[in-house]
């Protein structure tokens, strides 16, 4: 079956506490994303892929890091996590296409809540 | 930048339809739409490209002009199953990100 996979699906943690959230897709696909949902703001993207060991800054960067070793997995790290990380977060991937008509796959999501 | 969404929020009995409007102050070349159930994931529902190419579901259509830089969903005969939050998504262009607009609240009541 394809699907994004994400881990943990809940996490409470503390400041500064150092956590990742790993996200796995089976579809071979380029482009991985994350994103954090809050409400009344929808889906805003931290952090894309557009194939291993290239990483780029969506529009909320600050605060996270990724790496991309492998073209399936996309890790998501707070190094230092703070209360305002508190969301709802998704890990997508599609194909990359230059029309633009590749489909975006969303993980379960990781509702994460930082004390 | 994001995109606008409106209405922010519609409440219909089953049957009724709506329309849900998306627009943005930049050049469109596709546009994508998703719908996100209380507590779900986003789920694909269409794709709509220049040229007015669609790809997508079977009960739902949409609009894109691209002159007006703006697309619409239209959800005729609504059932209760189309509550929920619809996202429109843009694309930025090949190899840059992906924006989403804030979401219009959809509610079916019977």
């Known amino acids: 079956e394809a699907q994004v996979t994400q881990n943990p699906r809940y996490l409470i943690t503390v400041t500064g506490k150092k956590l990742t959230v790993t996200c796995s897709q089976n579809?071979?696909?380029?482009?991985m994303s994350w994103y954090r949902q809050d409400p009344g703001l929808g889906l805003r993207q931290i952090y894309y892929?557009?194939?291993?060991?290239?990483?780029d800054k969506g529009d909320v960067p600050e605060g996270y890091k990724v790496s991309r070793k492998e073209k399936r997995n996309f890790p998501l790290i707070l190094e230092s996590p703070s209360p305002n990380q508190t969301s709802l977060y998704f890990c997508?991937?599609?194909?990359?296409?230059?029309?633009?008509?590749?489909?975006?796959?969303f993980g379960p999501g990781t509702r994460l809540t930082v004390l | 930048q994001q995109p606008v969404q409106s209405p922010q929020a519609v409440i219909l009995r089953e049957g009724e339809d709506a329309v849900i409007n998306c627009s943005s102050s930049?050049?469109?070349?596709?546009v994508h739409w998703y719908r996100q159930k209380h507590g779900e994931a986003p789920v694909f529902l269409m794709i709509?490209?220049?040229?007015?190419e669609q790809k997508g579901h079977e009960k739902i259509s949409a609009s894109f002009n691209e002159k007006k830089q703006q697309s619409s969903l239209y959800l005729t005969a609504s059932q209760l199953s189309y509550s929920g939050t619809y996202f429109c998504?843009?694309?930025?262009?090949?190899?840059?990100?992906?924006?989403f607009g804030p979401g219009t609240r959809l509610s079916v009541l019977p």
């Open positions: 930049k050049a469109l070349y596709s």
């Open positions: 579809m071979n696909h380029e482009y």
């Open positions: 998504g843009l694309p930025q262009g090949y190899g840059q990100n992906f924006v």
């Open positions: 709509l490209l220049k040229g007015g």
């Open positions: 997508a991937s599609r194909t990359s296409d230059s029309r633009g008509t590749d489909t975006q796959y």
């Open positions: 892929s557009m194939n291993v060991e290239v990483t």
